[in-house]
């Protein structure tokens, strides 16, 4: 970041390790370069800082939100991003498949059928991680 974090970012970048983890969020600052740090600041204050800090939606509200607009856009790997997260957000996976039938009826059947195939992609993996610890 240039030369002072502000109190915003500071904010920002606590919301995102809550939301999306620490190794992701990790991983995001270790690739940042010169060329995408004015854009990864951009998103950590005011998509992190001002949007998903506001008090006036939990942290789930804002997952199910997010995750039907994303469907919604065919943001596809913002989608499989945003599901991983529900593990921090509290959406169920019957959230994530109610906000995709929205998504069906008001952005249309094949951006939502493109999501829920994303969607149980990352529950399979997840599941898969989660079976794969339990035997060890």
Request: hydrophobic share 45%; charged share 30%; glycine share 4%.
């Given at each position: 970041?240039?030369?002072?974090?502000?109190?915003?970012?500071?904010?920002?970048?606590?919301?995102?390790?809550?939301?999306?983890?620490?190794?992701?969020v990790d991983?995001?600052?270790?690739?940042?370069?010169?060329f995408?740090?004015?854009?990864?600041?951009?998103?950590?204050?005011?998509?992190?800082?001002?949007?998903?800090s506001?008090?006036?939606?939990?942290?789930?509200?804002?997952?199910i939100?997010?995750?039907a607009?994303?469907?919604?856009l065919?943001q596809?790997?913002?989608?499989?991003?945003?599901?991983?997260?529900?593990?921090?957000?509290?959406?169920?996976?019957?959230?994530?498949?109610?906000?995709?039938?929205?998504?069906a009826?008001?952005a249309?059947?094949?951006?939502?059928?493109?999501?829920?195939?994303?969607?149980?992609?990352?529950?399979?993996e997840?599941?898969?991680?989660r079976?794969?610890?339990?035997?060890?």
């Amino acid at each position: 970041m240039a030369d002072t974090e502000t109190d915003r970012h500071r904010l920002g970048m606590a919301t995102r390790r809550a939301v999306l983890g620490d190794a992701h969020v990790d991983r995001a600052v270790a690739n940042m370069t010169e060329f995408d740090e004015p854009f990864q600041s951009l998103i950590t204050e005011a998509a992190w800082g001002h949007v998903w800090s506001r008090p006036n939606f939990t942290k789930r509200e804002r997952s199910i939100v997010t995750i039907a607009l994303l469907a919604a856009l065919g943001q596809d790997e913002e989608v499989a991003m945003h599901v991983r997260a529900t593990a921090n957000t509290g959406a169920s996976r019957e959230d994530v498949r109610e906000a995709l039938l929205h998504v069906a009826i008001y952005a249309g059947v094949p951006a939502a059928n493109h999501a829920i195939k994303i969607a149980r992609r990352v529950y399979n993996e997840v599941d898969a991680a989660r079976t794969s610890e339990e035997e060890k």
